[in-house]
């Protein structure tokens, strides 16, 4: 199960957008997709269905999960998550290093 869901602000641990942050725009299995990383060119035929125009197209393509890891804004790092449940038996997110709760967007 991932820890990291859609609109977890995200920096890149591995790879070639090292450093980068983002906002996750989708989690599929084991994949992340995350807004302005991992651009790739992609050729797109066009399709007058949907209005598309062909050609040479920019877009985020998927990255593995374990790249990334959430950003924690206090510290200004990088952080791991974990879960506990609080008083009114709830399961939340809470960051390994501090101890605070995950804002969730």
Do not use: C, W
Not at 16 to 28: E, F, M, R, S, T
Not at 29 to 34: A, F, G, I, L, T
């Amino acid at each position: 199960m991932a820890k990291l869901r859609k609109g977890d602000q995200v920096i890149v641990i591995a790879g070639k957008d090292k450093g980068k942050q983002g906002i996750i725009l989708a989690v599929k299995e084991d994949r992340v997709k995350v807004e302005g990383i991992n651009i790739v060119k992609k050729h797109q035929k066009p399709n007058q269905m949907t209005g598309k125009e062909g050609g040479i197209v920019e877009q985020e393509a998927f990255l593995h999960i374990s790249n990334v890891a959430i950003y924690n804004a206090t510290t200004q790092k990088a952080d791991r998550i974990s879960y506990q449940v609080n008083a009114e038996g709830k399961k939340q997110r809470i960051y390994r290093s501090s101890g605070e709760v995950v804002a969730t967007a």
